[in-house]
């Protein structure tokens, strides 16, 4: 439990690590190779489960792997050390952090295709013809929804892991490969409707519990930091069901309740529109500052969970 606040901390101080030196990096590279491998055969939604079965196949065996072996040769700070890092990477509140930073800087500017391309890296549909409104609607979807993908999820699994397993770190890396193959293959598109589904629906499953959590901590957050709660349950009560995903739609309505703004609307995904479902109310026009609220209340969970971890840790030594 030391290692997974010093990894939340670390992470709040720092963010994710970049470039090769990221596991999920090299859980993404896993998969594409794979899939090479496996996706000419014919029957697809069978070898979209193969994939899933290989990828958490090697991450158990690599987490395992190098975790046992530290503790078979008492190498006790590596061994602390790792643990340290794996919590850090599986947990990605840098990376939202980063997501405000890449595109609000641009944005600010006033240089709208700048930040339409930073945020094309962040997200699935397009954005090159994004208006300013849809811009700033993308951001607030991206960081509601990964809010709970990024932060709520991985913690909610590291703590299940080592309440009951004493190996938090594997369950949040079991989780970040079902999120990652989610992320790469869980399209509903003509490659990936059959391909991707098994992984689409893992992390639907895994997903369930902490996107209802997400939704709660989000609302707490909102009221500690002086956000009209009440309104943002209402939304959430009206609006979570209306996304395709059976999670997602927590977090984005509590966020857009919170903000008092509606999210949503039609975007084109790989070269179709689509209709997405509007979320929360327009009480007010979206701004840039409801981004910047948006930043403000992920931070107020973070501290929330991290007071959340002392207390666990206190209790246990107790």
Request: charged content about 20%.
């Amino acid at each position: 439990m030391i290692a997974l606040l010093i990894g939340l901390i670390v992470d709040m101080i720092i963010g994710d690590p970049e470039h090769w030196t990221h596991p999920v990096r090299w859980i993404g590279r896993g998969i594409q190779k794979t899939e090479e491998i496996i996706y000419p055969f014919h029957n697809k939604r069978f070898m979209g489960g193969v994939l899933v079965v290989v990828i958490l196949s090697v991450i158990t065996g690599v987490v395992l792997g190098i975790d046992m072996t530290l503790n078979r040769l008492e190498w006790t700070w590596v061994r602390f050390g790792f643990h340290i890092y794996a919590f850090f990477a599986g947990i990605a509140f840098g990376s939202l952090v980063r997501i405000v930073k890449k595109v609000m800087i641009p944005f600010a500017a006033g240089d709208l295709d700048k930040a339409r391309y930073e945020l094309g890296f962040f997200v699935s549909r397009e954005t090159k013809e994004l208006t300013q409104e849809q811009v700033l609607k993308t951001v607030i979807e991206t960081l509601a929804e990964n809010t709970v993908d990024g932060i709520i999820a991985p913690v909610f699994y590291a703590f299940l892991g080592e309440l009951f397993f004493q190996q938090g770190i594997l369950c949040i890396w079991i989780y970040k490969g079902i999120n990652t193959m989610d992320s790469m293959i869980g399209y509903k598109n003509a490659r990936y409707q059959e391909f991707g589904y098994v992984a689409a629906k893992l992390d639907d499953v895994v997903n369930f519990i902490p996107a209802r959590v997400g939704a709660l901590l989000i609302l707490g957050a909102g009221g500690l930091c002086g956000f009209d709660m009440k309104h943002g349950f209402k939304m959430v009560r009206r609006d979570h069901h209306k996304t395709e995903s059976p999670n997602a739609g927590y977090p984005e309505s509590a966020m857009a309740g919170l903000l008092g703004v509606q999210i949503g609307g039609t975007y084109t995904y790989f070269g179709k529109e689509k209709a997405k479902p509007t979320l929360g109310e327009a009480l007010e026009p979206i701004h840039m500052k409801h981004v910047y609220q948006t930043k403000k209340l992920i931070w107020a969970m973070q501290v929330c969970m991290l007071i959340l971890t002392c207390i666990v840790i206190m209790e246990g030594i107790l």
